[in-house]
């Protein structure tokens, strides 16, 4: 059973940072590329941040509203993704969603992502 699994997640104040995990089990993502999405309440699911597989260069996307304050990294090893979130605003509110790819390439349709996690929570207060 192939299963991502987020943590990392909570409640903060605007301008703290959280660290967000997701580990794969049950097949290898290292070939694939991997996405963060976060969901608000009441909005679509939104492409955050994205990164190649590693035999392309582990090239990244961010957000452009997250640049400079969200970065995403993997380990290999681990065939875990990191977000990396800082200087929080209240608008990045919203259930995160670790997701891995059909492709090795970073895309932002839900549907070109196969495997999804459950989610994690983070809230941040003003």
């Known amino acids: 059973q192939v299963q991502l699994v987020e943590s990392g997640g909570g409640v903060v104040q605007a301008g703290d940072s959280l660290r967000l995990s997701c580990v794969g089990s049950?097949?290898?993502?290292?070939?694939?590329?991997m996405g963060w999405f976060r969901q608000a309440p009441g909005k679509e699911r939104e492409f955050t941040a994205g990164i190649t597989s590693s035999r392309s260069g582990e090239t990244k996307y961010i957000l452009d509203s997250a640049k400079g304050r969200f970065s995403i990294s993997r380990d290999n090893e681990e065939n875990a993704v990191y977000l990396t979130m800082n200087n929080l605003k209240p608008e990045d509110t919203g259930v995160y969603y670790c997701a891995g790819s059909k492709y090795y390439w970073i895309t932002d349709k839900p549907s070109d992502y196969p495997y999804w996690g459950r989610g994690t929570q983070v809230t941040v207060s003003s």
């Open positions: 049950g097949r290898s993502f290292r070939s694939d590329a």
